[in-house]
Nanobody, 125 residues
Framework: QVQLVESGGGLVQAGGSLRLSCTAS?????MGWFRQAPGKEREFVAG????????NYGDSVKGRFTISRDNAKNTVYLQMNSLKSEDTAVYYC?????????????????????WGQGTQVTVSS
């Protein structure tokens, strides 16, 4: 069983930046970030492939957020710039235990096997 530990959340003013980190306790393949605001469904934010560093982003964060990973450290990052009040949510790290399609950045909840506990990001306007 792989455990994911997120860090880096907090309170920031609109227009500011935050960097989230997520470290896995074991080997993972595709990794990604999702978020869930109160009263809303969990939504895809960003994904990165195991090989090649290919990425996918949700439409609402394209051009503002950047996902990256360090495979040697089993860590994935989410750099969030130009934050808006609507980015306020609990952010969850996710990891896929399967080595299939190593060049694909997964975007759907069901494609991930392991989830972190979540970290709160609050953007004040």
């Amino acid at each position: 069983q792989v455990q994911l530990v997120e860090s880096g959340g907090g309170l920031v003013q609109a227009g500011g930046s935050l960097r989230l980190s997520c470290t896995a306790s074991g080997r993972t393949f595709g990794m990604g970030w999702f978020r869930q605001a109160p009263g809303k469904e969990r939504e895809f934010v960003a994904g990165i492939s195991w090989i090649g560093g290919n990425t996918n982003y949700g439409d609402s964060v394209k051009g503002r957020f950047t996902i990256s990973r360090d495979n040697a450290k089993n860590t994935v990052y989410l750099q969030m710039n130009s934050l808006k009040s609507e980015d306020t949510a609990v952010y969850y790290c996710a990891a896929d235990s399967r080595a299939t399609n190593p060049l694909v950045a997964r975007t759907a909840i069901h494609q991930y096997d392991f989830w972190g506990q979540g970290t709160q990001v609050t953007v004040s306007s």
